[in-house]
């Protein structure tokens, strides 16, 4: 037995200590960023432009930084669907018509638990905890949609830590709604009018009466990187087929109906 053993704990190392030998050596402090749950009501954090909704998912801004993030409605009527309400993952058709109205139905939650609480609305407001959700029909649809629950989501999440990739530069950017910079519409406008309104595709020139059919894509579809080089004036008709995601997009609603006008108005002009 080591002779200085006693019934006294003392501590093999004095931590207090090796931080100021690190210091001393020049050594950098890393503040760890830890996975922090968050629940907010959808509406409060939106009104508080802490939302982006984007190809890469739904994404909440907490203290200067974008985590991924899902929707669900907490209160629901869970006897008379014969189910637990579906968290939407993604920039769906369901949330897009949400958008759309500007205005989301009451009782939205944004979150990253990977259980939740539900109130059953059938049941005498009952309190459902510790549920695991699974993804609405409409997300799954989309190709960069990779889990099925909540669980599935927040053990992700909680492994990933913060989403790295969006970290940094997007806590010092003001975005819209969409994800875009707050000064896109000037840029746009700014960039489009320095290129004559040409698609850089194809070729081709509108009218000025149907310039809004030129628009300006983010090669890396990064919506915050407006540096000259990653902007591509474009037609809708170009614009709508540089990948799958945008594929998607012009596939449906109001961007299907512009691109099927562009395409008439286009096959005319050249008539």
């Known amino acids: 037995m080591d002779s200085n053993s006693n019934n006294s704990s003392t501590p093999l190392h004095d931590f207090a200590g090796l931080a100021k030998l690190l210091d001393d050596l020049g050594f950098p402090r890393v503040d760890k960023q830890t996975f922090r749950v968050v629940k907010e009501d ?22 200067g930084r974008l985590i991924k993030a899902y929707v669900y409605k907490k209160r629901y009527y869970v006897a008379r669907h014969k189910d637990l309400p579906k968290f939407h993952i993604a920039n769906c058709e369901t949330i897009q018509s949400f958008i759309a109205k500007n205005r989301f139905e009451s009782d939205y939650v944004i979150s990253n638990a990977k259980l939740v609480d539900v109130i059953d609305i059938d049941n005498e407001n009952a309190l459902l905890e510790n549920k695991n959700l699974y993804s609405c029909k409409n997300c799954l649809k989309l190709k960069n949609v990779n889990y099925t629950t909540t669980s599935e989501f927040g053990t992700i999440q909680e492994e990933s830590d913060f989403d790295s990739s969006n970290t940094h530069r997007s806590s010092a950017i003001e975005v819209d709604i969409n994800g875009y910079t707050k000064d896109w519409s000037t840029v746009s406008k700014s960039v489009r009018e320095s ?23 983010h090669i890396n579809n990064n919506k915050i990187d407006n540096s000259p080089s990653n902007l591509q004036c474009l037609c809708i008709a170009c614009h709508a087929k540089v990948d799958d995601s945008h594929r998607e997009r012009f596939s449906k609603g109001d961007n299907l109906l512009q691109l099927n006008n562009f395409l008439k108005y286009k096959q005319e002009s050249f008539k």
Do not use: M, S
Request: glycine share 6%; proline share 4%; aromatic share 16%.
């Open 42 to 63: 959808l509406q409060k954090a939106i009104d508080a432009k802490n939302v982006v909704f984007d190809e890469d998912g739904i994404k909440y801004k907490f203290e």
């Open 195 to 217: 290129k004559g309104y040409t698609c850089e595709a194809c070729g081709f020139i509108p009218k000025p009466a149907l310039y809004l059919y030129i628009h300006l894509h």
